[in-house]
């Protein structure tokens, strides 16, 4: 990546169309340089008809020709001595108060349209911003700067897939936003069929972020990614030396090696099964848990919130049968 630091010579060029110099002005009022002014009260213009303030068309059509730079508009802002409340090099305003506008508004818009016959020796910017300075303010020096005044909805926003890369830290006051889930389930879950396998609900939304429960058991993934997915599940059989089995399916396929099996070692004691899997998705792929056993007195346990009881048992909430969280874990 190569940077453009040469200064521009004055003058630029020695042809000239149009000249509007004066090197020694002397106001004591507002100065335009060039005030360029037009206002439409009337006409029968129609929605195909344009209304520019201010057209400028440069093209450069010559076989063998050679410039260095190629520019559309030049502009040069040099501040040598004085003193000033605000260096601006270019200034636009949006002033809308009425009328409606078809489509959109832009502050600004700046689009490319490289076509394949074009031989480029290094890269291609949309927006290339380049600040060198050596003073010192008194607050920071900011490479960009979005002030968000009202109504705004994303301070920055993509459209497309392609990789951003940063070359300094990330810091965000509000925290970074990631797809997270939380659910649990309030129910006892019982073995209904030991031939059968059997899919675990829940019914308790504890909080979702960009991941939807798109049935009571079923989670939609909305962003490509590797997520960790893990569960904390209270077991409990009413004979001793029966097994639970739980395991992971992704869009009803199951999933190779994500079955974690407990044999119960005694009748009526719960036990905890936790157990983690990191896999990559798609968007809109969803995943499932399932689970066997091989006896109907097998069961995933929710046990019921403990009451206060002065001097004898504290509060205690209320034990879910199975708790499940996923986290983004990052594009791989």
């Not at 705004?152 to 951003?164: C, E, F, K, L, M």
């Not at 009803?252 to 905890?272: C, E, L, P, Q, R």
């Not at 995933?300 to 986290?327: F, R, Y």
């Amino acid at each position: 990546m190569t940077q453009r630091l040469e200064a521009i010579e004055a003058p630029l060029i020695t042809t000239y169309r149009s000249i509007v110099q004066d090197e020694t002005v002397d106001t004591a009022d507002h100065y335009y340089g060039i005030y360029n002014e037009q206002v439409k009260t009337a006409g029968a213009t129609g929605a195909a008809d344009d209304f520019f303030g201010f057209y400028n068309l440069t093209e450069m059509d010559q076989a063998g020709g050679e410039v260095r730079y190629l520019d559309g508009i030049v502009n040069e802002l040099t501040f040598t001595d004085g003193e000033a409340f605000d260096l601006d090099v270019f200034y636009s305003l949006i002033d809308a108060n009425a009328g409606t506008v078809g489509n959109s508004i832009y502050g600004g818009h700046i689009k490319l349209d490289i076509e394949a016959g074009v031989t480029v020796g290094n890269d291609i910017f949309g927006l290339y911003v380049e600040v060198d300075t050596a003073a010192d303010p008194t607050g920071d020096v900011i490479m960009l700067y979005l002030d968000e005044t009202a109504g705004v909805d994303y301070g920055i926003y993509q459209g497309g897939t392609a990789p951003n890369f940063l070359g300094g830290q990330l810091t965000a006051d509000l925290g970074i936003v990631l797809p997270h889930l939380m659910q649990s389930d309030t129910t006892d879950q019982a073995i209904a069929d030991v031939t059968e396998e059997q899919v675990i609900t829940f019914n308790t939304d504890v909080h979702h972020h960009l991941i939807s429960r798109t049935s009571s058991s079923r989670f939609t993934i909305t962003r490509e990614a590797s997520y960790l997915i893990a569960f904390s599940a209270v077991a409990v059989s009413a004979v001793a030396g029966k097994v639970i089995a739980i395991w992971l399916k992704i869009n009803g396929d199951t999933i190779a090696d994500t079955s974690t099996y407990y044999t119960f070692k005694s009748s009526g004691a719960n036990t905890v099964i936790t157990v983690a899997f990191l896999e990559h998705f798609e968007v809109d792929d969803y995943f499932e848990l399932w689970m066997w056993g091989d006896n109907t007195g097998v069961k995933l346990d929710a046990i019921a919130e403990v009451p206060d009881d002065p001097g004898v048992l504290p509060n205690i909430p209320a034990c879910p049968s199975i708790i499940l969280t996923v986290n983004y874990a990052g594009i791989d």
